[in-house]
């Protein structure tokens, strides 16, 4: 089994993918800046990818990275570029054989800053000369309750016109990314070419929302909205969606009741 270093391990999919790992018996650290871990059995690795301090120490006897790192906001988006550039450089002088890099369906169409910085972030991977795996996920299936959960504080639940999402539960997201880090060698010119993975069902945002409404209990009115610009067209054109692509097995109702169970 191998030593696998989990950057973002802390976050919903990292935590998720710390699970998979040592469900499979791998010695597995959670990168951090706090240095914390929320699995039991995971090793905490404190550093910070801006600056770089304590990359060398986290990655020593690491073979393999998976990054799951996030970077929505402004301030936290420099975590996919510079951050990116400072663990490749780390991960290549600890001579880790494989990099692992979560990344969005069709994120190099993308519209806004935040995927042009995840763009950006997978060219580093793939000019890396490491051995790189890249799977491009759908969304996964918080994205739409985070959403709605701010306007409906308001009494207002927006459910974007002539758009669908393709909604994937992150355990499955966490299997295909282990899948990859464990995966043998690639033929030549493979590396760095994305693995596609999407939701078991393509849904209207409109039944979604009232799902989600129903399941949680939440008071509101489900509003049909056009969602303008550039992202609006990105998602009423679906680009967000991957038909030939059903490769998760937990339903958005199964998650709901999951959830509303616990």
């Known amino acids: 089994m191998a030593t696998v270093l989990v950057a973002g391990g802390t976050g919903e999919a990292g935590a998720a993918v710390v699970a998979e790992l040592l469900g499979r018996g791998h010695d597995v650290r959670v990168l ?12 905490p690795a404190p550093a910070d990818l801006i600056s770089g301090s304590g990359l060398a120490e986290a990655l020593t006897g690491v073979e393999v990275v998976v990054d799951t790192t996030d970077g929505k906001s402004r301030r936290a988006r420099p975590v996919l570029t510079t951050g990116a550039a400072n663990l490749l450089a780390a991960a290549g002088a600890a001579h880790v054989t494989r990099m692992v890099l979560l990344s969005i369906v069709n994120v190099d169409r993308g519209p806004l800053a935040y995927y042009r910085a995840k763009s950006e972030q997978e060219r580093r991977y793939r000019d890396s000369g490491l051995d790189t795996r890249i799977v491009r ?25 002539d758009t669908a999402f393709q909604p994937i539960d992150v355990r499955d997201v966490a299997r295909a990314l282990a899948d990859a880090a464990d995966a043998p060698p690639d033929e030549p010119g493979r590396a760095g070419v994305p693995q596609i993975v999407g939701g078991p069902e393509i849904l209207p945002m409109h039944d979604l929302v009232r799902e989600w409404k129903r399941a949680a209990g939440v008071r509101g009115v489900v509003a049909p909205i056009r969602l303008p610009g550039g992202l609006g067209r990105f998602w009423r054109a679906g680009e967000n969606l991957v038909p030939d692509h059903r490769d998760g097995t937990i339903t958005f109702t199964q998650w709901l009741a999951e959830r509303t169970a616990g």
């Open 32 to 43: 951090s800046r706090r240095g914390g871990s929320p699995i039991a059995g995971a090793q």
């Open 137 to 161: 996920a759908t969304q996964f299936h918080s994205f739409v309750p985070m959403l709605c959960g701010p306007a409906a504080r308001v009494g207002l639940l927006p459910a974007f016109t």
